[in-house]
């Protein structure tokens, strides 16, 4: 089974306003990572954030996590047209306190923005 | 241009063919892994390598052979193709723990 759940499965809103999406995974994790797929594309990478860390910015994302309820969210603000995509969460999980170079993934959020 | 190169694009199989998917890359990644995404299913990991000559399975390894004879290149091995593993498959690399991965733009195969 996997080990990241997204919320919500689809999420449709306005240019301007804010998206958030919430990832909630099982294990304990070394970091967990967001990324984006337009339609028909590879991954790609937007924001990582270290297990010991709470919130992450970079540019108009926000990245929170919480270990103690193993969930993270992200947030997107001002969106704009071109933020619709698929949005991902991974996480690279812990085992006997190493990483294993195993990044397992949610089944994401599509993120519409209408102009 | 650095970064994760896959090959074929496209490729169409019949049932029982065996073909290798091929994915390199030129960051000198340690960190290279194998996912296939269907729709609905997000994505889930075939196989994934920690460097030259260490390979391991992962969500979906069955009906799918790796190795890692170099730091570079990372093939997956479909060994007699099923209509199940049409799907489009993605390699990703990372230099370490800790750091983000770089995506291929994806294999999509179909199994006829």
């Known amino acids: 089974s996997q080990q990241g759940e997204e919320d919500p499965q689809a999420l449709s809103i306005q240019e301007g306003e804010n998206a958030t999406m919430n990832c909630s995974y099982k294990?304990?994790?070394?970091?967990l990572q967001w990324y984006r797929q337009n339609s028909g594309r590879g991954l790609v990478h937007l924001i990582l954030?270290?297990?010991?860390?709470r919130e992450k910015h970079s540019g108009r994302l926000r990245v929170t996590l919480d270990t103690s309820k193993k969930s993270s969210s992200l947030l997107i603000t001002a969106s704009r047209a071109a933020d619709t995509a698929s949005y991902f969460c991974?996480?690279?999980?812990?085992?006997?306190?190493?990483?294993?170079?195993?990044?397992?993934f949610g089944q994401g959020t599509i993120l519409t923005v209408h102009p | 241009n650095a970064g994760v190169t896959q090959t074929p694009k496209f490729q169409v199989l019949k049932t029982g063919q065996s073909m290798t998917l091929q994915c390199a890359q030129d960051?000198?990644?340690?960190?290279m892994s194998w996912y296939r995404q269907d729709p609905g299913m997000g994505l889930r990991l075939i196989h994934y390598?920690?460097?030259?000559?260490?390979?391991d399975q992962g969500e979906v390894p069955n009906g799918y052979n790796v190795s890692r004879s170099t730091t570079e290149d990372f093939p997956l091995r479909l060994l007699s193709a099923a209509p199940s593993q049409t799907s489009v498959y993605f390699c990703?690399?990372?230099?370490?723990?800790?750091?983000?991965?770089?995506f291929g733009s994806g294999t999509r195969l179909t199994v006829v």
């Open positions: 294990t304990s994790i070394n970091n």
């Open positions: 991974a996480t690279d999980a812990k085992a006997g306190g190493t990483s294993y170079g195993k990044l397992t």
């Open positions: 954030i270290r297990s010991n860390e």
């Open positions: 960051m000198n990644h340690e960190y």
């Open positions: 390598s920690v460097g030259a000559g260490i390979t």
């Open positions: 990703a690399s990372s230099y370490f723990q800790g750091y983000g991965y770089t």
